[in-house]
């Protein structure tokens, strides 16, 4: 079997390592570049001594190197959010050597700086905290306008607020409310954290801020009299969609070409097949927050699965806007 490793085979060749047991006959190939090389999967990845192997034809020799290649795990993490189920539905198909584990978007940062995680689907904003992350495929979570399930709700007028509760949940969407109230507003209201379990109404404050499948389906009483989307609040003032989250990685495995293909197919598999999605999801005996019909809107209309150029100059001036901090 072949793997390409493309243009990133002189970045990925880095460590060298001493093996100690005799390597048994492989018929694996690895390809990197115009070089084939031998790879035993008992050394998990890594080349016994000196080979032959061929650049261009000719003959040549490569010594002991890492060889980063498909066949091994990779650990995904991803949100247990109704809006990631296109993105993530159909990567076990996809790729079936990947263990998919939940998580909060609030604690994949810490699993992929501990390298638990090779990729999550996490929120963006947590790049500017992970220095070796990058963002891996054009497949996202954003929205150019409404997203509906990014909710800021309030007793007065946003511009009259003094006091907010924050969804635990989600840094990055608490990060993207505050700029926005401090950028396009000129507040900076008390913070509070709106724990998981609580109703909001227990809280004394102005507003609170609500993520995910718990926003979808929020319904607040009566005394929360102002409701703002986060998405068309950032739409308003900049003219430009808004990314909460997408594919990121600091692993060298989120360089191979065939893992972008596969992300990427995953999602346009997902998106072809939304009801047949929510069907395995009724039969797996997993509630949404909204009906039927809602939900399917929802990904049609709300979320931009898609990071393309307006989205990424949305990701851009969400950036240049945390530097001016």
């Known amino acids: 079997m072949l793997y ?4 990133y085979c002189s970045t990925l060749l880095q460590k060298e390592t001493h093996c100690t047991q005799s390597p048994q006959k ?3 190939v690895v390809c990197c570049g115009d070089a084939a090389i031998r790879y035993n999967t008992e050394y998990k990845g890594y080349t016994k001594k000196c080979i032959p192997c061929h650049f261009n034809g000719e003959e040549s020799l490569l010594t002991w190197h890492r ?13 247990p959010y109704c809006n990631a189920f296109p993105l993530v ?8 050597q990947a263990v998919i584990t939940e998580w909060l978007p609030s604690t994949m940062r810490q699993q992929l700086a501990e390298r638990k995680l090779d990729l999550a689907m996490m929120p963006v904003a947590e790049l500017i905290h992970l220095p070796q992350g990058k963002i891996v495929s054009n497949c996202s979570i954003a929205c150019n306008g409404e997203i509906r399930s990014v909710l800021l709700f309030c007793r007065k007028p946003i511009e009259q607020i003094r006091s907010i509760a924050l969804d635990a949940a989600s840094r990055s969407s608490v990060m993207i409310c505050g700029l926005i109230l401090r950028h396009f507003y000129g507040i900076q209201p008390e913070k509070h954290r709106l724990e998981m379990n609580k109703n909001p109404d227990d809280y004394l404050t102005d507003a609170f801020l609500v993520i ?6 929020c319904q607040p009483s009566d005394v929360w009299a102002y409701r703002y989307d986060i998405g068309e609040l950032w739409k308003s003032h900049t003219g430009l969609p808004l990314v909460f989250a997408a594919w990121i990685g600091c692993s060298p495995l989120i360089e191979e070409s065939a893992l972008v293909s596969a992300l990427e197919a995953s999602r346009d ?3 072809q097949n939304l009801e047949a999605i929510l ?12 009906g039927r019909e809602r939900i399917l809107d929802y990904y049609r209309q709300a979320v931009v699965y898609t990071l393309g150029e307006p989205e990424r100059a949305g990701l851009q001036c969400f950036f240049d806007l945390l530097r001016c901090q």
């Open 212 to 217: 995910g499948d718990r926003a979808l389906a």
């Open 89 to 96: 539905h159909y990567l076990p198909e996809c790729l079936p």
């Open 4 to 7: 390409s490793l493309g243009n």
């Open 269 to 271: 598999k997902g998106l």
């Open 26 to 28: 492989s018929k694996k």
């Open 67 to 79: 060889i980063i290649v498909f066949e091994m795990t990779l650990n995904i993490g991803t949100v």
């Open 279 to 290: 069907d395995a999801k009724e039969r797996q005996g997993i509630g949404l927050p909204l």
